[in-house]
C-alpha cells in the first residue's frame, strides 16, 4: 500500500473514531476504547505471529507489564507519556532478551517457552505489595475526568492512530517485507541479504512495544487492573485477533480487535451475557474454516476478484509449465 | 521430604497422562490440541450428571466417559484440526483454541457445582506410606507409558506415526494412508484423555478448572521432555510434577510456580528440542 | 589475462562419512561465463553451496577479489555483490512481483534509511523498465505467474541486487525450447549491461554451450574436466559420465 492511501484510511478511521467517541452511548464508548486499545496488541502480534510466524504465547506478559509500570508510575505523580514510554522500553528489553535467547526454538516450543514469563510476572506481582498484591491497582485516567468520558476515549483513540499509522507504515516499509521474507522461505532472504535472526529478535521487539503501550491504555480505559493480566487467556485472546483477523495484515489486526471485543458485547446486548464465550468460540471456528487467511480474507477476495479482470484483458505470452 | 517427592510423583503422572494425550495427535498433525483439557472436563461433568441422575455403575460411567472424550476429540480432528492443516499447523491449533472457550462455557451450563468423583471400585489396600488411589495413579500411568511407546516405537501402525511425522508427502506416495493415522491418533488421544480423567477427578475434585492448571503444565512438562517421544514427556512431567513439589513445600507456594519455570526456561534455551527428544533440529 | 574474481580452492564436503565433493578448485575472472555441469548427484549445488557459505562444513577455501569468504554468513554475501538463485525457486511466492523486487533490494534499503521512500521509488522504476518486454505486471501474485515467468522474475530479482557475480543454479530446469532460448538471450543482454561474471549450474548441455564460453565438469564430487565446451563436450569420458546417469 502507498505511503499517500496510508495516510488517507488511518485519517479517515481517525475522523470516524472520534466522531463515535463523541456520540455513542458510555457503553459502546467502553467498547470502542477498548477496540482501540486491543488493536495495538493485535498487531504486535501480527507481527510475531503473522509476520514471522513465530507462535507466542507469552504476550500477557508484555501486556500487563505496560498496564503495571503505568499504574504504577502514575500514583507516583509521573507524566503519563513518560509512564507509556517507560513500560514500552522495559517491555522492549525483556523481549529483546527472550526472542535472543529462544531465537532457535520454533513453533509449539516457542509458545510454550514465551509462555512462561507471564506465568512468572503473574506470581512476581501477586507477590508484591507495589503492585497492589491480588487486589491489583486504580488507575486513573489521562485527563482530569472520570474514566470512560467522551474525551478520554476521544484520545485514546488518536495515540492509537497515530501508532497504528506507525506500525502500518513499519509494515509496509522494507522492515515489513523483510519480516514476509523470514516468514515465507528462509532460504530465499538470506540469499536476499536479509539477517533472519535479526528480524526475528526486531519483531520480538517491536511486538512487545506495542502490546506493552496498548496494556498501558487499557488500564486508563477499564480504570483498574489486576494480575490476571497475566493469565494465558490473554496471550490466547491476542492470538484469536492476530489469527482471526488476519495473518500478515494491518487491516486484519484491526478486524481480529473487533471481532474479539463486539462479538461477546452482541452477546452482552441481547441478554445472553453467560453466553458470550460460546458465540466467540463458535465465531472464530466458522470464521477460520471459511476464511483461514482471517477475516481480511473477505476483504481480498474483492480484491482478487478485480486484480482477475485486470489480468483477463491482457495478452499472457507463455503458459507453459 | 520423601512425602514430598511421593506427591510430586503423581501429580506428575497426572500431568504425563495429559502430556500423552496432548502428544498422540500432535505426532501425526504438530498440532496440540488447546480443547483436551476442556473436553475431559465436560465429559466428566456429563458421567458424574448421569450417575447422579440415573445412579449408573461406575463401570458405566467410565465407559461413557471415554467415549464421550473419544467422540469429541475426534470430532474436533475431523471439524478443525485436518480441514486447518492445510494452512499450517499454526491455524490448525489456534482452531482448537475455539473449542478451549466453547466447552467451559457448555460445562457450566450442565452444572455450577463441584462434585466428588468416585474412586474406581478397587480393593483398598494398606499401603503404608501412599494411599492405595495414588498407587493406582502411578501405576496405570507407568502401564500407559509403556503401552504407548511400544505402540509408537514397535507396531505397525507405529512406523505409519512416525513416517507421517518425518514426512508427509512421502508417507502418502508410499501407500499410507494419512487420515486414517491421524484418526486412530485422535481416537488414542481422546482414550488417553477420558482414562486421565477418571484417574485424576478422584484425587483433585471434579471442578471447572479440573484440567485448567494442569494442561498447562503437563504441556510445559511436555515440551521439557520433547514434545516426541512418551519416554520423554513421562520424565518431564515427573521432573517438573517433583520439583514443583518440593520446592512448594520448602520455599512456599510462590516458589511452587517460580522455580519450574525457570528451569523450563533454562531447559528451553539449551535444548529446544526437549531434553529427552533424540530427534535431531532440522537443518536450514 | 583478467583477473581472478571468485576463487574455489580445493573444496572437500563430506556429510556423514560420505563425501560430496572432493578437491574441488576452479575460478571465476571478470566478465566470465562458465558453466558447472554433470550429471545428477554429481555434487553441482553443493559447490554453490559452499560458495555462498550456505553449506559451512566444507574445507577449503573460496575467495572473492582476494578475500577469504569462509567465516561469512550466506546473509554476508549480497554485500560482496555475490549473488544466487535456487534450483526450487527462491521467489516468496504470495507476494506480489513488485514485493519481490523490494525484498531483493533489501540491502540498500538498509543502508539507506533515510532516503527510504525515494528508494522505493527507484526500485520500482527499475523493476518496471527491468520487466519493459515481459508480460508480467508489478501487482501479480508470483504464484499465479507461470513457471516460466517465475524463473524470468527470479533472475530480474537477482539483477537488482548489482551482481558483480551472479550464480545461477539450473535456469532452465523445468522450461521448454522456446522459453529457453529467450531465458539465454536475456541472460546474454544483461551481461553485456550489466557486466557481471556468471556461474551458470545447468543440466541441459545444450544451453549451456550457447550460453558459456568455460565450461568445468563435475562427476560424483570430481573435478572431471573443463575447458570451452565445444572441446569438453566432445571428450570420451564427459560422454561417458552423460550417458552412464543422465536420461534427458
Known amino acids: 500500500m502507498s505511503v499517500k492511501r496510508q495516510i488517507i484510511s488511518w485519517i479517515c478511521l481517525l475522523g470516524l473514531g472520534l466522531l463515535a467517541s463523541f456520540f455513542l452511548p458510555p457503553y459502546f464508548r467502553y467498547l470502542l476504547g477498548l477496540m482501540a486499545v486491543y488493536s495495538l496488541a493485535s498487531i504486535g502480534m501480527n507481527f510475531l505471529t503473522g509476520y514471522t510466524e513465530q507462535i507466542s504465547l507469552g504476550n500477557a506478559a508484555f501486556f500487563g507489564i505496560g498496564a503495571y509500570v503505568f499504574a504504577v508510575l502514575q500514583s507516583l505523580q509521573i507524566n503519563s507519556v513518560i509512564s507509556i514510554i517507560a513500560g514500552a522500553v522495559l517491555s522492549g528489553i525483556i523481549a529483546f532478551i527472550v526472542g535472543f535467547l529462544t531465537i532457535r526454538v520454533k513453533d509449539i516450543y516457542l509458545a510454550v517457552g514465551t509462555l512462561i514469563l507471564p506465568l512468572l510476572l503473574l506470581q512476581v506481582t501477586k507477590g508484591m505489595d507495589i503492585t497492589g498484591g491480588t487486589g491489583g491497582l486504580s488507575v486513573f485516567p489521562l485527563v482530569e475526568q472520570e474514566n470512560g468520558s467522551s474525551l478520554e476515549v476521544a484520545i485514546i483513540i488518536v495515540i492509537t492512530s497515530i501508532i497504528g499509522f506507525v506500525s502500518s507504515l513499519i509494515a509496509n516499509s522494507f522492515i515489513g517485507r523483510a519480516f514476509h521474507a523470514t516468514r515465507l522461505s528462509e532460504h530465499g532472504a538470506v540469499a536476499r541479504g536479509i539477517h533472519v535472526v535479526k528480524y526475528k529478535v526486531v519483531a520480538f521487539v517491536l511486538s512487545a512495544i506495542l502490546t506493552s503501550i496498548s496494556g498501558s491504555l487499557y488500564g486508563v480505559v477499564v480504570g483498574y487492573i489486576t494480575p490476571e493480566l497475566f493469565q494465558v487467556m490473554i496471550s490466547v485472546n491476542f492470538l484469536i485477533m492476530a489469527i482471526v483477523g488476519g495473518r500478515g495484515s494491518i487491516t486484519g489486526s484491526l478486524l481480529g480487535s473487533a471481532f474479539v471485543v463486539m462479538i461477546p458485547a452482541l452477546f452482552n446486548v441481547i441478554g445472553l451475557a453467560q453466553w458470550q464465550q460460546l458465540g466467540l468460540g463458535i465465531g472464530m471456528g466458522v470464521t477460520l474454516l471459511l476464511f483461514p487467511s482471517g477475516l481480511v480474507g473477505i476483504l481480498s477476495l474483492l480484491v482478487k476478484r478485480r486484480r482477475v479482470a485486470i489480468n483477463e484483458s491482457k495478452p499472457v505470452a507463455s503458459e507453459t509449465n | ?284 | 589475462m583478467k583477473a581472478n574474481q571468485l576463487q574455489v580452492k580445493q573444496i572437500r564436503l563430506n556429510i556423514g562419512g560420505v563425501s560430496i565433493l572432493n578437491d574441488v578448485s576452479f575460478s571465476l575472472s571478470e566478465g566470465d561465463r562458465v558453466g558447472l555441469v554433470g550429471p545428477n548427484g554429481a555434487g553441482k549445488t553443493s559447490v554453490i553451496n559452499c560458495i555462498t557459505q550456505f553449506e559451512k562444513r566444507y574445507q577449503g577455501e573460496v575467495t572473492f577479489s582476494n578475500k577469504l569468504l569462509n567465516k561469512e554468513n550466506p546473509q554476508d554475501l549480497p554485500k560482496y555483490k555475490i549473488i544466487r538463485t535456487f534450483q526450487n525457486l527462491g521467489l516468496f511466492n504470495e507476494l506480489t512481483v513488485l514485493e519481490n523486487f523490494y525484498i531483493a533490494a533489501h540491502q540498500s534499503f538498509e543502508s539507506k534509511l533515510k532516503n527510504v521512500f525515494k528508494l522505493e521509488k527507484e526500485v520500482k522504476q527499475e523493476a518496471l523498465t527491468l520487466l519493459e518486454h515481459e508480460s508480467i505486471n508489478l501487482h501479480d501474485i508470483v504464484s499465479d505467474l507461470s513457471y516460466g515467468q517465475q524463473k524470468i522474475v527470479e533472475f530480474l530479482c537477482a539483477l537488482i541486487q548489482r551482481p558483480s557475480v551472479l550464480i545461477l543454479d539450473e535456469p532452465a530446469a523445468g522450461l521448454n525450447d522456446f522459453e529457453k532460448n529467450r531465458m539465454i538471450e536475456m541472460i546474454l543482454k544483461k551481461q553485456q549491461e550489466l557486466n557481471f561474471s556468471l556461474l551458470v549450474v545447468e543440466h541441459d548441455v545444450n544451453f549451456v554451450s550457447t550460453l558459456c564460453q568455460n565450461v568445468v565438469v563435475l562427476q560424483s564430487g570430481e573435478l572431471l574436466c573443463s575447458g570451452s565446451p565445444e572441446e569438453v563436450f566432445k571428450r570420451k569420458e564427459v560422454i561417458q559420465a552423460w550417458i552412464g546417469e543422465s536420461n534427458v
Open chain 2, 1 to 284: 521430604m520423601l512425602q514430598l517427592i511421593l506427591d510430586g510423583l503423581i501429580y506428575g503422572s497426572i500431568y504425563a497422562l495429559i502430556g500423552f494425550a496432548i502428544s498422540t495427535l500432535f505426532m501425526t498433525t504438530g498440532v496440540v490440541n488447546f480443547a483436551i483439557g476442556e473436553t475431559i472436563t465436560f465429559s466428566m461433568y456429563v458421567g458424574i450428571i448421569t450417575m447422579e441422575w440415573f445412579h449408573t455403575s461406575y463401570l458405566v460411567t467410565a465407559i461413557e466417559i471415554i467415549v464421550l472424550t473419544i467422540i469429541f476429540t475426534v470430532l474436533i480432528t475431523r471439524v478443525l484440526v485436518i480441514p486447518l492443516l492445510k494452512h499450517g499447523p499454526i491455524i490448525s491449533t489456534i482452531g482448537t483454541a475455539s473449542m478451549y472457550i466453547i466447552f467451559p462455557i457448555l460445562t457450566v451450563g450442565l452444572s455450577t457445582q463441584d462434585h466428588p468423583f468416585p474412586k474406581a471400585p478397587l480393593p483398598e489396600m494398606n499401603l503404608g506410606i501412599i494411599s492405595s488411589w495414588d498407587a493406582v495413579i502411578f501405576i496405570f500411568t507407568v502401564l500407559i507409558a509403556f503401552l504407548l511407546h511400544y505402540f509408537v516405537m514397535k507396531s505397525s501402525w507405529g512406523v505409519g506415526i512416525r513416517a507421517i511425522k518425518s514426512n508427509q508427502s512421502h508417507a502418502m506416495s508410499i501407500g499410507i494412508s494419512v487420515g486414517k493415522i491421524v484418526m486412530i491418533t485422535a481416537i488414542l488421544s481422546g482414550l488417553i484423555g477420558g482414562i486421565t480423567g477418571l484417574i485424576a477427578a478422584p484425587k483433585l475434585l471434579l471442578t471447572h478448572n479440573l484440567m485448567g492448571t494442569p494442561f498447562m503444565v503437563a504441556l510445559i512438562g511436555a515440551v521439557l521432555g520433547g514434545l516426541n517421544n512418551p519416554k520423554g514427556i513421562y520424565f518431564g512431567c515427573i521432573l517438573l510434577g517433583v520439583v514443583q513439589s518440593v520446592t512448594g513445600g520448602l520455599f512456599g507456594s510462590i516458589s511452587r510456580e517460580i522455580i519450574p519455570i525457570v528451569i523450563v526456561l533454562i531447559v528451553l534455551v539449551m535444548k529446544p528440542e526437549g531434553l529427552f527428544s533424540s530427534i535431531q533440529e532440522k537443518r536450514v
